[in-house]
């Protein structure tokens, strides 16, 4: 059984590509990641996914209804959690679970209001107004509004962007037991490569537009792992190897190998060392993979976020 | 059906209710006009008042049309308030669950002129300290409530239509220059229409705060309303209500 399947679905700003003809599945009560970086497409896809945004062209069924002709349907069977957190400051928390509860169409919304509450250890702070409540309690209120309706997904949009290190790992907990014991399936998008390693069940790695690569992350790193050797080069420098599995950019080096250890003396001598300014390792992790399957880093493919979003605008006009 | 209206009306009207600034501007706006304005003509001889504007105390005269006036500054506030909801990202909370998009304009139009109408009994009281003698029913204050009502209505959503497609903090107050003081200026608000130019005299009289003014000064100082008057509010308020509607289904969206 399927939460998630989604046929070519595909966004257009104007000309712009956000999201190109992807199509994935996602299980029943899986943890799916959508790893990339800014602008990749991650949010849009979202957009659709919530029926915010309607395709312009493909499909998708969530929760077994299409997003096109059904998104009320859809609507009332999800959950969202966004990745600025958003709630009504001026109200208490229970106000805006109330507000959440009639809006869904939740029938005895106490109940359930106070039992996830309890849940989260919060209601304690129920009447105070939600903008004296702490990031981490604003989340977990933000989580709570999305399950009111018992979804049978959750949306989040890079649920932990601008938590630390402490409150990530919380919410990192979290996730896995609102998965666990509300059996929710959960959809999240995160340009943090751990968080994707550690919490989901099975990762889709999106840039620009397309999804590149789907499986578990381990079999990810089996496939697309390996060690890389970056070297930096020194300004004027002048190369002529060809090395197996080698980008060139204008002053960096990037080689894949198996093991960086037993493969860097060859490297070294092969580049030249009068023409290294630098070296750096990568051992085997998503972010190898990632680099390996776009021949960039995230911060390199981040640039490109500044052009889309003028794009969206323009297109917008 | 009702509950998503009736949850999202709440949150407006729990957000005017709680805000001090609210309540500052909205005893401080009309009062200042009573009294600044209202006071402007009190050396001017009885019999000329009584010609020109057919009552001795020009306070009694402009009351009515001022209860009209508050009504179409406060649709303002359904704008801003509508585009707050796109700045924080709380609209793509509520499209998010299955509420209809008009759902959303109807709770701001309501929140607008429930905000206007905090100020009715607010300016009654002060007339009535200032000396304004009028004329008090159950009926009386039923019918100026429910014409503040619709004059609140149509122009909260012509405000709100105006502003559907923009995410700009700046639009309401253009809107709002663009908007109030023509109509506040050829209505007979103010002054009576009798020495307007005829092209004023025009717009003055398809203007609804021209009706809301004249049905109430009727009302409250003559005791006798024109009831077409309430009728033409009515048609006003519904007319923008329904276009509204169906503008925001088609145009609305979350940022």
Known sequence: MYSIETRDLTKKYGDFVAVDHISFTVKRGEIFGLLGPNGAGKTTTIKMLTGLTPPTEGDALVAGFSIVRNPIEVKSRIGWISSEVILDDDLTGWENLE?????????????????????????????????????????????????????????????????????????????????????????????????????CNRLG???????????????????????????????????????????????????????????????????GGDNIKGIRVNKSSLDVVFINLTGGTMEEQEFDARRFYAMIRRARR | MMDRLYALYMREAKRIFRSVYMWIMLISQPVMWLIFFGSSFSGVPKQVLISFFHTDNYIAFILPGELAISMLFVGMFSSMSLIQDKRFGYLKRVLITPTPKYDVFLAKVLGGMTRGLIQAPILLAVSVVLG?????TPLSIGVLFLSLAFVGIGFSSLYSIFTLKTADWQAPGVISNLINLPLMFSSTALFPKAFFPSWLKLISDVNPLTYAAELN??????????????????VFALVMLSLGSVLTNKFLYAE
């Open chain 1, 99 to 199: 507000i959440q509860a009639r809006l869904t169409g939740v029938k005895n919304w106490k109940e359930r209001a106070t039992e996830l509450l309890k849940y989260f250890g919060i209601l304690e702070f129920k009447d105070r107004k939600a903008g004296k409540f702490s990031t981490g309690m604003r989340k977990k209120l933000e989580i709570a509004m999305a399950l009111l309706n018992s979804p049978e997904v959750i949306f989040m949009d890079e649920p932990t962007i601008g938590l630390d290190v402490n409150t990530r790992a919380t919410m990192w907990n979290l996730i896995r037991q609102i998965n666990k014991d509300y059996e929710v399936t959960v959809l999240l998008t995160t340009h943090y490569m751990e968080e994707a390693d550690s919490l």
């Open chain 2, 132 to 136: 304004v003698r009028m004329n008090l």
């Open chain 1, 205 to 271: 790695i999106i840039n620009k537009g397309r999804i590149i690569a789907m499986d578990t992350p381990e079999e990810l790193k089996n496939k697309y792992g390996g060690d890389v050797i970056e070297i930096e080069l020194k300004p004027g420098a002048k190369l002529n190897v060809s090395l197996e599995n080698t980008q060139v950019t204008d002053s960096r080096v990037r080689i894949r190998v198996n093991n960086a250890e037993s493969a860097l003396m060859d490297v070294i001598r092969a580049v």
């Open chain 2, 217 to 234: 000064r009727g009302m409250l100082l003559y005791n006798d309303p024109s009831w077409n008057y309430l009728l033409y509010l009515a």
